[in-house]
């Protein structure tokens, strides 16, 4: 079954580069492609879409808002950024927002098709040069206090499989990192959504960024 994409975009030439990358794949079906938030929202009632690629600054409701909205109304819907912007504000304002993917619009056609397929499967995904940036922004923040730290510590263990979960590893190269089985890591990864609260690999980044968990992790 092919994932049902709206592209949302203000830029002609940026959607028309997408479709490049996309038609003729069966693995993808563009439903539809709008050039402002107000589109988005409208189009996700008229089609059936499961993944939103979505620009951040557009006229009106740029897609910050539009993320928020979206998922509201249907979420069930996933939404990758895609856009120029590198710094954190943006990223984690979409992140918080609810997307489950940030790329850059200098990514080629490989890296738009795994970050596709990755967001479908409930993980997240950042661009090499997003995810840099994050882990910078987090390295300079100041550890938490022992009061607002997990409820249940993390071990040593956990800390790492959680490391390279930010650094987007899979479980295959975490097992092979550690040299581990990657039933341990599905077992460490468990513990680490139950210590956490998060329901998913979204969620444990989600979680690491909102509460600024890199100096415990």
């Known amino acids: 079954m092919s994932i049902n994409i709206l592209i949302i975009d203000d830029h002609r030439i940026v959607r028309d580069g997408i479709k490049l990358y996309l038609d003729g794949d069966p693995e993808y079906q563009i439903v ?14 008229q089609k059936e879409v499961d993944l ?12 910050i808002d539009t993320t928020k909205k979206v998922i509201e109304e249907h979420p069930e819907i996933k939404v990758i950024a895609l856009t120029m912007h590198n710094d954190y504000q943006h990223i984690k304002a979409m992140m918080d927002a609810g997307a489950g993917g940030y790329l850059l619009k ?5 890296e738009l098709k795994y970050a596709l ?12 040069e997003v995810a840099q940036t994050v882990m910078n922004n987090l390295a300079k923040k100041k550890a938490r206090s022992r009061s607002e730290a ?3 510590p993390l071990t ?16 295959q190269e975490i097992a092979d990192k550690l040299f581990i089985s990657i039933r341990t890591v599905e077992v460490h990864k468990r513990n ?18 909102k509460n600024e968990l890199f100096d415990q992790v």
Do not use: F, H, W
Not at 32 to 44: H, I, Q, R, V, W
């Open 150 to 152: 997990l409820a249940t």
């Open 156 to 171: 040593p263990r956990e800390k790492e499989v959680y490391q390279l979960i930010m650094e987007e590893y899979s479980n």
């Open 117 to 128: 397929k990755s967001v479908m499967e409930d993980d997240i995904y950042y661009s090499k």
């Open 32 to 45: 539809a492609e709008g050039s402002s938030g107000y589109d988005a929202l409208n189009l996700t009632q």
């Open 52 to 63: 939103i690629l979505m620009d951040i600054n557009m006229e009106g409701m740029d897609g």
């Open 106 to 110: 200098s990514c080629d056609e490989s």
């Open 192 to 209: 680490l959504l139950e210590k956490t609260g998060a329901k998913n690999t979204t969620g444990l980044v989600l979680y690491a960024v």
